[in-house]
């Protein structure tokens, strides 16, 4: 399930890379004119960094899970740049600012399912007092931190 996972979220990174550089993006994607996309036009770089964010974290990259929020921190900031250099498209700080939201907001929400998945498993560990503590601690560990190396949720 993670390759899937992970073979989506470069996919989703590099067509949305695409997307941002491109003259016309609702072009690219056939829905130039569309009601609903004018609507979350004001939107896009703070919805598309969440759905970045909350793919790239859902993954285990062999980096702790700071350095993935680095790493898409400092795309965000690279993409803007970018933009600068496209006919008809500007770099904005507006734009990179909605990015570095919908990256925190992805963090947040991966966050909390992380803490929710460890209450969930203490409570299943008071239930079921048959399964050996050694089991559970193991289990735990592996709903935690599913990335290598630390202890904690960032690495």
């Not at 890379?17 to 609702?26: C, E, G, I, Q, V």
Request: proline content about 6%; some cysteine; hydrophobic content about 55%.
């Amino acid at each position: 399930m993670q390759g899937v996972i992970r073979a989506i979220s470069i996919a989703y990174l590099v067509f949305m890379t695409l997307l941002l550089l491109t003259a016309d993006p609702t072009r690219l994607i056939g829905l130039h004119g569309l009601p609903l996309l004018r609507l979350l036009m004001p939107w896009a770089h703070l919805l598309s960094f969440l759905a970045l964010a909350v793919l790239a974290l859902s993954v285990r990259w062999p980096v702790p899970r700071w350095g993935v929020v680095l790493i898409l921190v400092l795309y965000a900031g690279m993409t803007e740049i970018s933009q600068s250099f496209v006919p008809k498209r500007t770099g904005e700080w507006k734009d990179w600012f909605m990015n570095l939201a919908g990256i925190a907001v992805g963090t947040a929400i991966c966050w909390t399912a992380v803490l929710l998945t460890g209450a969930i498993m203490k409570a299943r560990r008071r239930r079921c007092p048959a399964i050996p503590s050694d089991q559970w601690e193991v289990l735990q560990k592996v709903m935690s931190r599913p990335a290598a190396g630390g202890e904690s949720w960032w690495g």
